[in-house]
């Protein structure tokens, strides 16, 4: 049964392009949820989303980001035209609906905006 | 809005030794679970113990303990007979529970994280 699957583990883009971040969910969980962790700060959430629907998004930025989870297929994080500001660790989670407890977390991307 | 609050940035422990990483959250929700994370080096993030608000004993799994006092709003991780392998940072999270029956759930807030180090 595999975890939360990211991927890329790293990535990296200059200053004005697109970069897309990927999660695969847990078999079975429903829910999907992205945070964003600076260097040395804390997870920050960004947006929770379940399949076709985003339920959530009080923590995205309100410009070049944007998140999607389709009926088929992985979650996508997409930051349009990145900034140095934008380099940061990207963390993906997933839960089953109806449980309080089942939360898990992908392994994160590492992006890097040089 | 809720809120965690860690005031511990860094702990130190001997090998062997118990250490206590205080937390404590701040809702006006009834309804409501409460998280540890552990993140090495590496950087992922894994998961400790969880306690739910309604849940009358104290959570453990193995050397983790949750000390949990609702009237405090304290959620403190104790962690027994420490390795060295414990060293990382570790965070505290909360997570409300809404609607009908208290079956629907949302992000996890965090603190700021305290960085544990065994020293052996």
């Known amino acids: 049964n595999a975890g939360v699957m990211q991927n890329p583990r790293h990535l990296v883009r200059r200053r004005g392009q697109e970069a897309r971040l990927r999660c695969s969910p847990m078999?079975?969980?429903?829910?999907v949820y992205w945070y964003r962790q600076l260097p040395e700060e804390g997870l920050k959430f960004m947006v929770y989303?379940?399949?076709?629907?985003?339920?959530?998004e009080s923590g995205m930025p309100k410009e070049r980001f944007s998140a999607e989870f389709p009926k088929e297929g992985p979650s996508i994080l997409r930051i349009q035209q990145v900034v140095r500001g934008d380099s940061a660790a990207y963390f993906c989670?997933?839960?089953?609906?109806?449980?309080?407890?089942?939360?898990?977390f992908g392994s994160g991307t590492r992006l890097t905006v040089v | 809005a809720q809120k965690i609050t860690q005031t511990q940035p860094g702990m130190f422990v001997q090998e062997k030794e118990a250490v206590t990483l205080d937390c404590t959250y701040d809702t006006s929700d009834q309804s409501y679970g409460l998280f540890w994370y552990k993140q090495p080096s590496s950087g992922e993030m894994i998961f400790l113990i969880y306690q739910g608000s309604y849940d009358e004993q104290n959570a453990t799994e193995g050397r983790y303990s949750l000390n949990f006092q609702k009237a405090r709003k304290s959620a403190n991780l104790v962690i027994s007979a420490s390795q060295l392998g414990d060293s990382a940072m570790y965070f505290c999270a909360m997570r409300l529970q809404g609607g009908a029956g208290g079956t629907s759930y949302g992000k996890l807030t965090f603190g700021q994280g305290t960085i544990l180090t065994v020293h052996p």
């Open positions: 989670a997933s839960s089953p609906p109806n449980r309080g407890d089942g939360y898990t």
């Open positions: 989303l379940q399949k076709e629907n985003i339920i959530d």
């Open positions: 078999k079975g969980h429903s829910h």
